[in-house]
């Protein structure tokens, strides 16, 4: 699969060379202005009234509001999840990007052109050149092959019928349908349709790539599978996708930004996590409710800023002395350079302290270190293993934060931790308070003054 | 109450004496062709002897339906000649091939023109509605003025009397093409033009030769009439037994126009769905079969909605 996908992507990157010289792709893929759709007897005035501050339900007797004032802008490589419920205008939004619905009102451009009201022919060549699509249920022309489904952007374009099939054998291999090629669509699974309809859109090698809910109509393992390959073609090929769905699991897996629609408004544009943990208002909190968070939240999202931190040269006292303040009974341990080493308990460090010996680096635990973007399901296994909290740091081994057992079980749950009012200290002192003062005193002579 | 009378009938009248006038040239210009083509096809049709005929349409029946279909047609064809109505049946069928013909390709454009622009689809109906409606002897006789005794005004009041399923079944096949994949084609860049060739057309088939076939039927069912204004054939004989009270030349006409009728109707549903080799070959190849399912099942619904009499006036 990989390798394909790698051979594809040569192949695609060399006819990308070709068009990138004559002209410089712009850094934003599609934009949108403003935009309005209005279904309805007289849509202008309608738009009026929306400009004016009238509600969609005001109009309703009028006409439908599909899309209300949807403006953004999807930047070149990048995955644009639109998610929302039924109805709620995504399928309306995506028409108007390719110009397959006119916009009421508005602008829309793709690359560096304006898509809005330009000539018939025009568009034609924008849609052949530059921006394709898959569709909900397929539209595979029912009377072609597979193989002549797959070429039928390229035929569009004008290719030459031998090197478009060939060209089309690259991409049924790609989506893996291969030894399916002669057959017709019908004697096709829903799973493999969707993969034709998939290959038809990669074959017309634009950049651009709209698909509306193009996952939909596939089975959960199937599914998660197209996922991944999505996912896996786009890091390759760098094309742009603009993904319809109103599964948020899928939002939040695909996306490298997220528009959640309301009753054709957008009323959140952000990051995966950004929408998860600052929801825009209750609609979208309470449609991120039943997300699988443990696969979208990652490390960095969730971590608390470090507390309960020494350097190796402050000595075992000074460890001591933090983890009686903040009453923990670890405390992590940064070299010189502010590289993280690592944990000591208050236990070994109690003893050292007792013993007399100054050096921390004897006692130090191995602990657990992750990147930030590691995702919480992998954090799980971990936090089992260790009572010790998990650390995380940055690409050069600094220390980000950190993340107690507590923290990420709330991170999963949903439940805020931060009330402000406890500070989350774990694990908890082993020692009593008491004991610790009674070192740090008895020894206080021998060392540096408390 | 005496004294209104809306002058309708004088200002029709009036209508057709002008274009008789002045229009004359374009009239006999299409005499002149239509006898013409007519002329052709009953040669061939009537100037071979008649086994030549049966073995061809037998050999037709054969590859298009199968061999059950194929000896009926040769039972129904030596009866047609048994009963002594051989040469007017082919003159019959040359007339009906003409007309049928020419109403297709009159109607199918038209219906295309219908299903793409709802203005023209809202024009044509009441047209179609019109034609179709409107008792088919007063066709004849505008026709009979213009185009003069003999097969001409036959094959005119048949063309109209006959295009309007054909429009019709057209314009409900493209429209009823589903509009994501009409859609699909749009978004990757097609023309209209390429849209229609590829796709429309392709998938409205099985409708649109439903639609043929019943240009077809109506067109058998103008035979009689035809055959008043002297278009000789099965028609005329029809109505010389009327004229005679002639019980038994009438029964003979008659069924000679029944076994036309099956014949041609069998056939050209075939070719419709396509589940034949020959109709295959029209649909597209072997590996269509498929499609072709989805086509039969339209095709019924096509006829439960047109709700057209396939025998009309038989
Ligand atoms: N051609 C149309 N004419 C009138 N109203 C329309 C038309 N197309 C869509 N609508 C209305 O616009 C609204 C948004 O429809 P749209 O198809 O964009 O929703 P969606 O978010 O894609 O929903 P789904 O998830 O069900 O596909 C709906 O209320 C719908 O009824
Ligand atoms: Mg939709």
């Known amino acids: ?450 | 109450m005496n004294d209104f009378r809306i002058p309708l009938g004088s200002w029709a009248k009036a209508f057709v004496e002008f274009i008789t006038e002045n229009l004359s040239f374009i009239f006999d210009f299409v005499r002149a062709i239509f006898s013409g083509a007519y002329d052709v096809v009953d040669l061939v049709l009537a100037a071979p002897p008649f086994w030549v005929i049966i073995i061809v349409a037998v050999v037709l029946g054969m590859m298009i339906r199968g061999w059950k279909f194929a000896v009926g047609t040769l039972v129904g064809l030596l009866v047609i000649v048994g009963v002594d109505q051989w040469e007017n049946a082919m003159d019959s069928l040359a007339l009906i091939l003409v007309a049928s013909v020419l109403a297709i390709v009159f109607s199918i454009p038209l219906g295309i023109l219908a299903a793409k622009s709802d203005l023209a689809s809202k024009i044509i109906r009441p047209i179609l509605d019109f034609m179709q409606t409107m008792p088919a002897f007063v066709y004849l006789i505008p026709a009979l003025i213009l185009f003069r005794v003999g097969v001409v005004p036959g094959i005119v009041a048949t063309i109209i009397f006959a295009m309007a399923p054909g429009v019709r079944l057209t314009e409900l096949g493209i429209r009823s093409v589903d509009r994501e994949v009409v859609e699909a084609g749009e978004a990757f860049g097609a023309s209209p033009t390429r849209i229609l060739r590829q796709i429309q057309l392709p998938l409205a088939m099985p409708t649109i030769m439903a639609g043929v076939n019943q240009v077809i039927m109506l067109s058998l069912s103008m035979v009689v009439i035809a055959g008043m204004v002297g278009a000789g054939g099965l028609g005329q004989q029809v109505v010389a037994a009327l004229n005679r009270i002639d019980v038994s030349l009438g029964f003979e006409a008659g069924l000679a126009v029944v076994i036309l009728a099956i014949f041609l109707d069998r056939i050209t549903a075939a070719l419709g769905t396509g589940h034949t080799p020959i109709g295959q070959l029209l649909a597209g190849r072997k590996r269509r079969r498929q499609a072709s399912v989805a086509a039969a099942s339209a095709i019924s619904e096509a006829d439960a909605d047109m709700k057209t009499p396939q025998f009309a006036g038989v």
């Open chain 1, 1 to 450: 699969m990989t390798q394909i996908v790698a051979e594809y992507a040569q192949e695609s990157a060399a006819s990308a060379e070709r068009t990138a010289s004559t002209s410089r792709a712009p850094e934003i893929a599609v934009k949108a202005d403003h935009l309005y759709k209005v279904f309805g007897r007289r849509p202008h005035d309608i738009v009026k009234k929306l400009e004016a501050g009238a509600s969609r339900e005001d109009l309703a007797h009028l006409g439908t509001a599909a899309v209300i004032d949807a403006s953004f802008e999807v930047r070149r490589g990048e995955i644009f999840v639109v998610m929302g419920l039924s109805g709620s205008g995504k399928s309306t939004l995506i028409r108007m990007l390719n110009g397959l619905l006119d916009a009421t009102s508005g602008t829309v451009t793709v690359g560096d052109t304006r898509i809005t009201g330009i000539p018939a022919a025009k568009l034609r060549e924008v849609r052949r050149q530059s921006i394709s699509m898959v569709f909900q249920h397929f539209a595979l022309l029912p009377h072609r092959t597979v193989i002549d489904n797959v070429a039928y952007g390229l035929e569009v374009q004008g290719m030459p019928r031998n090197e478009r099939l060939a060209k089309a054998r690259t991409i049924i291999r790609l989506v893996g349908l291969d030894g399916w090629a002669d057959n017709l669509p019908s004697e096709l699974s829903g799973g493999m349709q969707q993969r034709v309809g998939l290959g038809r859109a990669l074959a017309a090698d634009t950049d651009v790539l709209l698909m509306d809910e193009a996952f939909s109509a596939l089975d959960p393992l199937i599914r998660r599978e197209m996922q991944e390959q999505l996912i896996e073609l786009q890091a390759e090929l760098g094309k742009t996708i603009i993904f319809i769905t109103h599964d948020l699991n899928e939002a939040m897996f695909l996306g490298d930004r997220i528009a959640v629609m309301r009753d054709g408004r957008i009323v959140q544009i952000g990051t995966p996590e950004e929408i998860l943990t600052d929801p825009a208002n209750d609609y979208v909190a309470q449609f991120v409710q039943d997300v699988d968070r443990a696969r979208v939240l990652t490390a960095g999202s969730v971590m608390e800023p470090v507390r309960s931190v020494v350097t190796v040269t402050a000595g075992p006292r000074a460890a001591l002395r933090t983890m009686r303040d903040l009453q923990t009974s670890a405390t992590f341990v940064l070299r010189r350079d502010l590289s993280f080493a690592g944990v000591v308990r208050d236990r070994d460090v109690l003893k050292q302290v007792k013993s007399g010996h100054s050096d921390l680096r004897a006692i130090i635990n191995e602990a657990t270190a992750v990147s930030a973007d590691t995702a919480l399901v992998d954090l799980v296994e971990l936090a089992v293993e260790s009572d010790l909290p998990i650390a995380v740091v940055d690409e050069r081994n600094r220390l980000l934060g950190v993340i107690p057992r507590v923290t990420l079980l709330a991170a999963l749950g949903n439940v805020t931790t931060a009330t402000g009012e406890l500070p989350v200290t774990e694990p908890p002192s082993t020692i009593s308070l008491s004991v610790i003062s009674e070192t740090l005193r008895e020894t206080a002579s021998e060392g540096a003054p408390l």
